[in-house]
């Protein structure tokens, strides 16, 4: 039985995650999805069928990610763990990203403790951003790119400090960490895929659509064989629309 977790799936990339494997849950045999939100009034308005899924099928769990008990519960017995809680807002004491992976390995921690031999090691999938990739090239100029990290370098150190705690726990067999980096993202409310790419090396494109962004993930989680443990990035192939975040973000 495959089970994912989805932790934030009322935001754009987590919403965008939902309808991919919604729509999936066809062809995947015995697909089982669990949903960590902070407001499940606000999942079923924006997801009102999932009201008349099997609840063996679907679990919604009402919480925010510093609710031990809840987190543990969501992703006990996963297999893929998307990570989708992030901020756009730049300040001094962002830190959501690294305190995010802190609780979620800690919560896989107590998993592994209570589990012992039936632990069974899961891919975590992390949203991070294309500025940080040094194999993947965005098309703008080198000095835009760095202006634009230098503006926003405390979301940046967040990421950075989150990707640092995946690695160690993935190197305590904790899990396998797939860090998924995008260019701009755009289009939330559009749930057309037009197109997109994985890539490890070479150029990417400035922008992508929110619902490429969503099927890539879940594509990366399928092929967690070929892609555990590596930095991928995420480029768009077909039309964009407008532009809904920051050019790097």
């Known amino acids: 039985m495959a089970v994912h977790a989805l932790l934030g799936a009322t935001g754009n990339l987590g919403s965008a995650i939902l309808r991919c494997l919604l729509s999936s849950h066809g062809q995947i045999p ?28 679907i679990t919604i769990f009402e919480g925010s990610i510093s609710d031990e008990d809840t987190l543990k519960a969501c992703i006990n017995g996963a297999s893929t763990i998307y990570v989708c809680v992030a901020t756009n807002y730049a300040s001094r004491n962002v830190d959501i990203a690294v305190t995010t992976a802190a609780r979620l390995v ?100 400035a922008a992508l659509n929110y619902a490429d962004f969503g099927i890539a993930m879940v594509e990366l989680g399928h092929r967690r064989e070929e892609f555990g443990g590596k930095v991928v990035g995420i480029s768009a192939t077909g039309a964009l629309g407008e532009i809904h975040n920051h050019l790097l973000k």
């Not at 999805?33 to 099997?54: C, D, G």
């Open 30 to 57: 015995d697909l089982r999805i669990n949903i960590l939100v902070r407001s499940k009034s606000k999942l079923l308005q924006a997801f009102p069928q999932l009201e008349s899924t099997s609840s063996a099928t």
């Open 106 to 205: 800690a919560a896989l921690g107590q998993l592994r403790n209570d589990r012992e031999s039936e632990y069974s090691t899961p891919v975590v999938l992390f949203n991070r951003s294309m500025a940080l990739n040094s194999d993947v090239q965005l098309p703008v100029p080198g000095f835009i790119k760095r202006f634009t990290v230098f503006a926003i370098w405390h979301i940046y150190e967040d990421l950075l400090k989150a990707g640092a705690v995946y690695a160690g726990a993935e190197k305590d067999g904790l899990l396998t960490c797939i860090t998924a980096d995008g260019p701009g993202l755009m289009g939330p409310n559009r749930t057309e895929a037009t197109g997109y790419k994985l890539m490890e090396r070479g150029k990417a494109s």
